[in-house]
């Protein structure tokens, strides 16, 4: 249980396009997901926390209109990154957070995330 | 404010075990372990709570210390799967929110 996937696994696109990212929980209910970027052997820096059904909340510094966040229901997540540019490319990883009541563990599951490359 | 790992790395031979130690500068609700492989997701380990609790499955267990605000992962006779860089995320709300640390790269050679 507790399976979470993301789509695409890799994009590369040019510069000022946007690029839309899918997160779904495959087999539990999410009432919060949440959005990281990974750089090259550092750490999660969490960018937004979407709960289902209201706006997302944003971490200081990551920009809500360039990063648009929709939470259309209980397993889907999406991230869409709005003209996007070279210094955009990095490891996103979606993580969705369990709901003890339903089985899974009050934690978070992650997404095998998506690497976005932007010429 | 991240909490801070240590060590930063740590070579092993297979067999032997290691301790990594995860240190926060404000009060815990939860510290949740995680191993993340190259270019995968991170896989999730296991989670301590408030109250000082000890967990383990098979040869991996961690320890949560609540007063000092501190964790520590424990992995022994260590196999070549537990290759990886493993992170500490600390719970500060009941909403779900991780801060994560830095990472520890742990290698296990033949």
């Known amino acids: 249980g507790a399976v979470v996937s993301q789509h695409p696994s890799r994009v590369i696109c040019k510069s000022g396009t946007s690029v839309k990212i899918e997160c779904r929980s495959l087999d539990f209910q999410a009432t919060t997901m949440f959005w990281y970027r990974q750089f090259p052997k550092q750490s999660l820096m969490l960018m937004a926390t979407s709960n289902e059904g209201s706006k997302a909340t944003y971490e200081q510094g990551v920009e809500k209109d360039k990063f648009l966040i929709n939470h259309a229901s209980l397993t889907l997540s999406t991230l869409t990154v709005t003209s996007a540019h070279p210094e955009d490319s990095s490891f996103y990883i979606c993580?969705?957070?369990?709901?003890?009541?339903?089985?899974?563990?009050?934690?978070?599951?992650f997404g095998p995330g998506t690497r976005l490359t932007v010429l | 404010q991240q909490p801070v790992q240590s060590p930063q790395a740590v070579i092993l031979r297979e067999g032997e075990d290691a301790v990594i130690n995860c240190s926060s500068s404000?009060?815990?609700?939860?510290v949740h372990w995680y191993r993340q492989k190259h270019g995968e997701a991170p896989i999730f380990l296991m989670i301590?709570?408030?109250?000082?609790e000890q967990k383990g499955h098979d040869k991996i267990s961690a320890s949560f210390n609540e007063k000092k605000q501190q964790s520590s992962l424990y992995l022994t006779a260590s196999q070549l799967s537990y290759s990886g860089t493993y992170f500490c995320g600390e719970g500060g709300t009941s909403y779900g929110k991780l801060t994560f640390g830095q990472g520890t790269i742990l290698t296990v050679h033949p």
């Open positions: 301590l709570l408030k109250g000082g």
């Open positions: 993580s969705a957070r369990g709901d003890p009541t339903s089985g899974v563990g009050d934690t978070q599951y």
């Open positions: 404000k009060a815990l609700y939860s």
